[in-house]
């Protein structure tokens, strides 16, 4: 435990506030409309998050099952044989997730025990050189003396991960702690990535988003030596905690983030014996500490002793764009490091504009390449192909995210080269390699 007292001091100081756990009896409603009349019987359902009280003390795994089934009209939905209870939560607070009209949820509101309801949201996800910049430095120092996180278990709720990549190989990373209480599903563990299991409706804990594994590897990711993207940023890679071992609870998809999910990945990591928890997603604006599932079952984590860091988001700055704000969180913002990747477009005027890429800069040559807009097109999707040929295009975006699809068809189609537009104020990273492989680089 010396390990993790060590690594903690790397970060900034947690102010806890007095929280009550016992919240009044009653149901958050949603925020959308009321399901019209005559909607079919699968829209009428919707997912509901429900605390109730507790069982006796003791109760196992499977007694509170039971218990919870009790608040529910039956067990499967209908005709169409789904189950009702989706997750069961116990170590978060005492409570499921479950398909429900809002007939139903009437009826479970009235039984006794019922304590809260929310309905299900959808939330959102929010390098070689940064231990240098923070001054940590390989054998000697501080990160030295801390173990580099050595022993601590990290638990990620995220996409996923890629299990295979480079960041997550063991050497000299040691066993897992004896009391660690889960195992990887769909892939393979080892010492430096002890858990992986899904909570998004099936066991897949691979990551098709890319998110997972980012966050993974800042926060504990190997050392990995002579790494570098096209001999860009060469240096040796690592996260901030490289001795430590890393437990992904998949709990988002590329579309978003269920709450239900997110509680499901807490309470399972509670109950794992994870040492930190670090949660890269956004809570929803606006809503109080007491009405929030996840600034709830953070705050139970946190009483049992387990740091929750959580994502400050990637909007502003502006009044109350912060996510993630409850006291009893470690919310942690978006920096700057001391190095850019540049990249310029050099105009005939003489002029240069500057950006940033990753991909290998075009060797200079006597004959320029024309710049190619396209205001009906400029978005860069569907465009007329055939006049991007030998042309440099200039694209626009309205996302944080250069669509791989869409600069991988211009280039298809002989384009000499992409410059991305965007002017939105966000601190969201864009993925914007060309490649004959489906890759993101961030």
């Given at each position: 435990m010396a390990s993790l007292t060590n690594l903690i001091i790397l970060l900034p100081l947690l102010l806890l506030a007095t929280f009550s756990p016992t919240p009044s009896l009653c149901y958050v409603g949603p925020s959308v409309a009321r399901v019209h009349e005559g909607a079919t019987q699968a829209s009428a359902y919707r997912t509901y998050i429900v605390l109730v009280k507790p069982p006796p003390s003791g109760t196992n795994e499977e007694g509170h099952r039971r218990w919870y089934e009790t608040f529910l009209p039956s067990s499967h939905i209908g005709e169409s044989g789904e189950p009702r209870l989706l997750h069961s939560y116990i170590e978060v607070f005492s409570g499921f997730a479950a398909r429900l009209t809002e007939a139903e949820l009437d009826a479970v509101t009235k039984k006794p025990g019922f304590v809260r309801a929310f309905p299900d949201r959808t939330l959102q996800l929010m390098t070689t050189h940064t231990p240098e910049f923070l001054g940590l430095r390989n054998g000697t120092g501080f990160w030295s003396d801390a173990g580099y996180g050595k022993g601590v278990v990290i638990g990620l709720l995220d996409t996923g991960i890629y299990a295979t990549h480079p960041?997550?190989?063991?050497?000299?990373?040691?066993?897992?702690?004896?009391?660690?209480?889960?195992?990887?599903?769909?892939?393979?563990?080892?010492?430096?990535?002890?858990?992986?299991?899904?909570?998004?409706?099936?066991?897949?804990?691979?990551?098709?988003?890319?998110?997972?594994?980012?966050?993974?590897?800042?926060?504990?990711?190997?050392?990995?030596?002579?790494?570098?993207?096209?001999?860009?940023?060469?240096?040796?890679?690592?996260?901030?905690?490289?001795?430590?071992?890393?437990?992904?609870?998949?709990?988002?998809?590329?579309?978003?983030?269920?709450?239900?999910?997110?509680?499901?990945?807490?309470?399972?990591?509670i109950k794992d014996g994870v040492d930190v928890l670090s949660l890269s997603l956004?809570?929803?604006?606006?809503?109080?500490?007491?009405?929030?599932?996840?600034?709830?079952?953070?705050?139970?984590?946190?009483?049992?002793?387990?740091?929750?860091?959580?994502?400050?988001?990637?909007?502003?700055?502006?009044p109350r764009s912060v996510s993630n704000s409850a006291p009893w969180l470690l919310t942690v913002a978006a920096g700057s490091v001391d190095r850019r990747f540049d990249a310029g477009v050099h105009l005939g005027n003489g002029k240069r504009m500057d950006g940033e890429a990753f991909t290998p800069a075009i060797k200079p040559t006597s004959k320029p390449y024309p710049l190619f807009y396209s205001e009906e097109h400029r978005f860069c999707q569907n465009a007329y192909y055939g006049s991007v040929a030998g042309k440099i295009i200039v694209c626009q975006s309205t996302t944080p995210m250069a669509r791989y699809s869409d600069i991988s068809r211009l280039m298809g189609h002989g384009a000499a080269g992409v410059v991305l537009s965007m002017t939105k104020p966000l601190a969201t990273p864009l993925f914007f390699r060309i490649s004959t492989k489906r890759e993101w680089c961030r």
């Open positions: 960041s997550f190989d063991d050497h000299g990373v040691q066993s897992p702690p004896t009391r660690w209480r889960s195992s990887c599903k769909a892939v393979r563990c080892n010492n430096k990535l002890i858990g992986a299991n899904s909570f998004t409706g099936d066991d897949d804990s691979y990551d098709y988003v890319g998110h997972g594994t980012h966050t993974s590897s800042t926060a504990a990711g190997n050392f990995v030596t002579d790494a570098s993207d096209h001999g860009v940023g060469t240096g040796t890679a690592s996260g901030i905690a490289p001795g430590a071992h890393i437990a992904m609870y998949k709990v988002c998809t590329a579309e978003g983030c269920q709450e239900s999910a997110v509680l499901a990945g807490l309470d399972a990591a956004s809570s929803l604006a606006g809503v109080s500490f007491n009405k929030d599932p996840i600034a709830i079952g953070a705050f139970s984590a946190i009483s049992k002793g387990i740091i929750v860091v959580c994502a400050a988001g990637n909007k502003g700055p502006t």
